[in-house]
């Protein structure tokens, strides 16, 4: 089974809130065993707790949800991308999958509450296909012809 841990950014509580159901829905409804459900003020602070997720024995990959709403400004540009270049970096660091469940930048607040459920379990079920498949990589053993790892 594999084990996963959520982390959920607070602000914009509204659409996170709906996210965070829809994603512990479809964790359960893909047989995965959601681990740990980390809060955290904003999308920006959701690296700050990646590295103590990802050093946890019973976690085998991280989903992280959030909403960056945009602005008069382009400060919701500014916290995705950082956002999502460290989460990337974590992960590719640490050797876990962490998947991306950020709607934004860019989006408006109907935007993104039309998003909720897709960005969500596109994220759950990203982190459980590479969780299974990293798996299977690390225990096959090629013997002269193709291993398809899906």
């Known amino acids: 089974m594999v084990?996963?841990?959520v982390v959920v950014s607070e602000f914009n509580y509204d659409v996170t809130q709906l996210m965070l159901q829809k994603a512990l829905e479809h964790a359960k409804f893909l047989g995965a065993e959601v681990t740990y459900v980390v809060k955290v003020p904003g999308v920006y602070d959701i690296p700050?707790?990646?590295r103590d997720l990802v050093a946890k024995e019973e976690v085998d990959a991280v989903v992280t949800l959030g909403a960056v709403i945009q602005g008069a400004t382009k400060h919701d540009e500014v916290v995705?991308?950082?956002a999502a270049r460290k989460i990337l970096d974590i992960s590719?660091?640490?050797g876990k999958p962490i998947t991306l469940g950020i709607i934004g930048p860019g989006a408006n607040r109907m935007?993104?509450?039309?998003r909720v459920e897709e960005?969500?379990?596109?994220?759950v079920e990203a982190a459980v296909k590479?969780?299974?498949r990293k798996k299977t990589l690390?225990?096959?053993?090629?013997?002269?012809s193709t291993v398809f790892i899906d």
């Open 3 to 5: 084990r996963i841990a």
């Open 48 to 50: 700050t707790l990646l």
């Open 80 to 82: 995705a991308h950082q």
């Open 92 to 94: 590719v660091e640490s």
């Open 111 to 114: 935007q993104a509450l039309e």
């Open 119 to 123: 960005y969500a379990k596109r994220a």
């Open 130 to 132: 590479l969780a299974r």
């Open 138 to 144: 690390r225990e096959a053993k090629y013997a002269g």
